[in-house]
């Protein structure tokens, strides 16, 4: 595995703003809020971070991650694009919310945290309460209630992997109607008054995508041992971890004048942050708390259709950068359409995909029938928890799969 992560904040201006004044903020003004190794990190514009020895060996574990062909997939679409699944529901949370976890929880140990409190949709808290435990840092996740009812078995894996789970009640004065916005304000107000306790949000900053950005560097290089470069990458974009993970390594490529790659970002009708977002300084918060920075934001969702990770109402700057510089096409799906080629790919693959990975698939489908002989990646979670929200009954595959099945 490499030995170092890559940092897309080296191509784009600083976005980081204290939430008061509006300054930009300084490594001695950020650690009123973040652990000293993050506050860092968050600042840096080196292009490489290295990996610290006990994170290479968690990541040891798991990674690299399967890469394959979806054949099955490509013959049911109707194409001649060779279409390659990164598998990061291999991961020990089913999804690539694990290489920040452990980043994430190293680093507070190192800087002596004992808590970090954090909100969630269900996928990022049993990440991160996955990576306390194995570092002796005690997590509290803030988990919105629309999240719980949806998928209830979320709470239960959160605390069998070590963490307090508290569930936020919708806001009945309808100031804050995103779920994200109010579980973060839930939590911030929780470590304010705890000594060694700190706030982590589970996207969007530059120490939580750093991380991901593994996922990338393994694609380019299992595509380079059959001989392969991506022409088109697909991501899902909430706060743009996904994305950035599966395509940092190509971004960075790009900005180095090497092979021009299409990045394409899937993302909610019912949350448009990169079709219809406006540039400006925004928070995760309603606190004046955490750092404002620059990047893309909406109002809040357009209506009531549940889309968990993908509900952000701000992306990670790099993602805005990227795309305000024509860099990132976007493809915007309903939930219906999306699910439709979740389950496509299920009767062709053999394999559930989240919820949030639903959209990705659906712009693979769309990419495939609009190109044609093109390498196209993408990078999947598992749906295994996420059953409830597929129609029809999953009992057993309709077909046999692993034979057929080319890893590379």
């Known amino acids: 595995m490499n030995g170092q992560f890559l940092n897309l904040s080296a191509y784009h201006e600083a976005d980081i703003f204290d939430p008061v004044s509006g300054a930009e903020m300084t490594y001695e003004s950020l650690c009123r809020v973040l652990p000293p190794s993050l506050a860092r990190l968050e600042l840096s514009t080196d292009k490489s971070v290295n990996i610290p020895g006990e994170v290479a060996a968690a990541f040891s574990r798991y990674r690299p991650t ?71 840092v005690r997590v509290v996740c803030f988990l919105d209630h629309e999240s719980h009812i949806e998928r209830p078995n979320r709470k239960l894996l959160m605390e069998e992997s070590g963490a307090e789970v508290v569930i936020v009640e ?54 380079q041992q059959s001989g392969r470069y991506p022409d088109i990458i697909v991501g899902n974009c909430g706060g743009g971890a996904n994305l950035l993970g599966t395509s940092a390594a190509f971004f960075a490529g790009m900005m180095e004048s090497e092979r021009k790659v299409k990045v394409v970002s899937a993302e909610a009708e019912s949350c448009p942050i990169l ?42 700057s790099p993602v805005a950068f990227f795309h305000s510089q024509g860099l990132v096409e976007v493809n915007r799906f309903s939930s219906t359409e999306a699910m439709s080629a979740a389950e496509m790919f299920y009767d062709t693959e053999g394999k559930l995909v989240a919820l949030e990975t639903s959209y990705a698939i659906a712009a693979v489908v769309k990419q495939a029938r609009e190109n044609q002989r093109k390498t196209i990646v993408v990078n999947i979670s598992s749906g295994e928890t996420d059953r409830q929200f597929y129609t029809h009954t999953l009992n057993e595959c309709r077909m046999q799969f692993k034979d057929e099945r080319a890893v590379i």
């Not at 919708?170 to 060694?196: F, H, M």
């Not at 309603?286 to 549940?306: A, M, N």
């Open 66 to 136: 399967p890469l394959f062909r979806a054949r099955n997939f490509e013959r049911a679409i109707g194409t001649d694009c060779e279409i390659y699944i990164k598998d990061e529901g291999a991961s020990p949370t089913g999804n690539h919310k694990a290489n920040s976890a452990y980043f994430i929880a190293y680093q507070c140990k190192q800087d002596g945290v004992n808590l970090i409190a954090t909100e969630t949709t269900g996928n990022w808290g049993i990440a991160l309460a996955m990576a306390g435990k194995d570092f002796g």
């Open 170 to 223: 919708p806001d009945e004065s309808q100031k804050v109607n995103d779920p994200l916005t109010l579980t973060a304000d839930a939590a911030i107000d929780y470590v304010r008054d705890r000594d060694g306790s700190y706030y982590i949000f589970g996207s969007v900053y530059s120490y939580f995508t750093i991380p991901q950005s593994v996922i990338g560097l393994e694609i380019r290089d299992q595509l």
């Open 275 to 316: 079709s219809e977002g406006k540039m400006g300084l925004y928070s995760v918060d309603t606190r004046k708390f955490y750092p404002l920075i620059r990047t893309y934001g909406i109002e809040g969702l357009k209506d009531g259709t549940y889309i968990g990770g993908l509900g952000a109402t701000v992306v990670a």
